[in-house]
């Protein structure tokens, strides 16, 4: 478990910037109530195709459904994110 200082210090440095990137590993979604991408009925691929939203191709030939594609997938990331760093205060 993180210290809890660490914890603070990470959300006052989010708060001072206009953006970031939170890059994690495999398992870091659910554990945080975030939908993972495989789990039947659950995962977010079960809303979103990835061989039919999201591969170079349609990036190429449909970017608005590739794009449309990532708003849902980040979407459920940031609103878990948004509800974390609201915990975080």
Known sequence: MMD????KQAA????????????????????????????PGTGLWEKVDPIATSSAEVLRNNPRLF?????????????????LLGLLG
């Not at 006052?12 to 789990?39: C, K, V, W």
């Not at 794009?67 to 509800?83: F, H, N, P, S």
């Open 12 to 39: 006052q440095l989010i708060r001072e910037h206009n953006g970031f990137y939170a890059l994690t590993g495999a398992g870091m979604s659910t554990e945080s109530g975030i939908p993972d991408f495989r789990s």
């Open 67 to 83: 794009y449309e594609a990532d708003v849902v997938i980040r979407g459920k990331c940031g609103q878990a994110l948004t509800e």
């Open 4 to 7: 809890q200082d660490a914890i």
